[in-house]
Nanobody, 120 residues
Framework: QVQLVESGGGLVQPGGSLRLSCAAS????????MSWVRQAPGKGLEWVSD???????YYADSVKGRFTISRDNAKNTLYLQMNSLKPEDTAVYYC??????????????WGQGTQVTVSS
């Protein structure tokens, strides 16, 4: 049974940092692309970052240079280091398991989400 469990969210002041974690189980973590996706209040889902099994990393323009995605395959854990946080980063952050690639790119499992609030 696939499980993705996020942690590390919270309240932080603008300019601050947080590190999110996503503990994965029930599948061969090291062989899948993993993703962070967020949803701000009243808005749709926004892709944030991907990490392949290479690992190659990819970022949305809105977070490039501030966020760093990483993975520890020995611990089956995905991370998102978030620096220089802005109020517009306020959202529920989800980790997701990616199924397929290219035109077949989709998500087949999601975590429950962790709230990140950036406010003074």
């Amino acid at each position: 049974q696939v499980q993705l469990v996020e942690s590390g969210g919270g309240l932080v002041q603008p300019g601050g940092s947080l590190r999110l974690s996503c503990a994965a189980s029930g599948f061969t973590f090291s062989t899948y692309i993993m993703s962070w996706v967020r949803q701000a209040p009243g808005k749709g889902l926004e892709w944030v970052s991907d990490i392949s099994y290479g690992p190659s990393t990819y970022y949305a323009d809105s977070v490039k240079g501030r966020f760093t995605i990483s993975r520890d395959n020995a611990k089956n854990t995905l991370y998102l280091q978030m620096n220089s946080l802005k109020p517009e980063d306020t959202a529920v952050y989800y980790c997701a398991k990616v199924l397929g690639a290219g035109s077949d790119y989709s998500y087949d499992y999601w975590g429950q989400g962790t709230q990140v609030t950036v406010s003074s």
